[in-house]
């Protein structure tokens, strides 16, 4: 069965970075494309960006561009996503979905806490 | 970027009442539309993709409609576990644009 395992937390400081991750099994990891979706606290859902693990195409909500870097292990079968400069707004829930036209499978979400 | 408005963004139901919920993009969006579940504690679960299809596993009482910039998901017949979030997503350009959701809550 389709799998996307994401670490459940995370708390960094206040201008770092991170990387968080997002484990696929279940299918062939290459053929779909995987989005990053940020949820702040009691807020709605904002895409972020979708990165092609056959040839790491991305595409990149402009709001976000300064801010992540989408990449993928195919060794692994794992999609990482790194944020920098981390502030207080960074705080948020951040979850991957697989890309089957529609978002048809969703990996628990990482709760990434910025603080000192 | 579109716009993606739901409405209402709360509202009270019982047990067994058929609910719409809407969704209004600002612009038209070719039926490049899904909805999603949020259930307390995160876990997010697509229901329908492309406006009417039905995702597979999800109940027949779900079900959606529309076309160019309004589209609606229609619960016929609530149960307890359809208390949740739910979201509606425009596929159609980017950025991927997220509805701001409307709180299904039990009356």
């Known amino acids: 069965q389709v799998q996307l395992q994401q670490p459940g937390a995370e708390l960094v400081r206040p201008g770092a970075s991170v990387k968080l991750s997002c484990k696929a099994s279940?299918?062939?990891?290459?053929?779909?494309?995987m989005n990053w979706v940020k949820q702040r606290p009691e807020q709605g859902l904002e895409w972020i960006g979708r990165?092609?693990?056959?040839?790491?195409?991305?595409h990149y909500n402009q709001k976000f561009k300064d801010k992540a870097i989408l990449t993928v292990d195919k060794s692994s079968s794992t999609a990482y996503m790194q944020l920098s400069s981390l502030t207080s707004e960074d705080s948020a829930v951040y979850y991957c979905?697989?890309?089957?036209?529609?978002?048809?499978?969703w990996g628990q979400g990482t709760t990434l806490t910025v603080s000192s | 970027d579109i716009q993606m408005i739901q409405s209402p963004s709360s509202m009270f139901a019982s047990l067994g009442d058929r609910v719409s919920l809407s969704c209004r993009a600002s612009?038209?969006?070719?039926?490049?539309l899904d909805w999603y579940q949020q259930k307390p504690g995160g876990t997010i679960k697509l229901l329908i993709y492309s406006t009417s299809n039905l995702n597979s596993g999800v109940p027949s009482r779900f079900s959606g409609s529309g076309s160019g910039s309004d589209y609606s998901l229609t619960i016929s017949s609530l149960e307890s576990e359809d208390f949740a979030d739910y979201y509606c997503?425009?596929?159609?350009?980017?950025?991927?644009?997220f509805g701001g959701g409307t709180k299904l809550e039990i009356k």
């Open positions: 279940g299918y062939t990891f290459t053929s779909y494309w």
């Open positions: 612009q038209g969006i070719r039926g490049n």
């Open positions: 990165i092609d693990p056959y040839d790491s195409e991305t």
């Open positions: 997503l425009q596929r159609n350009a980017y950025p991927r644009t």
């Open positions: 979905a697989r890309d089957d036209a529609a978002f048809d499978y």
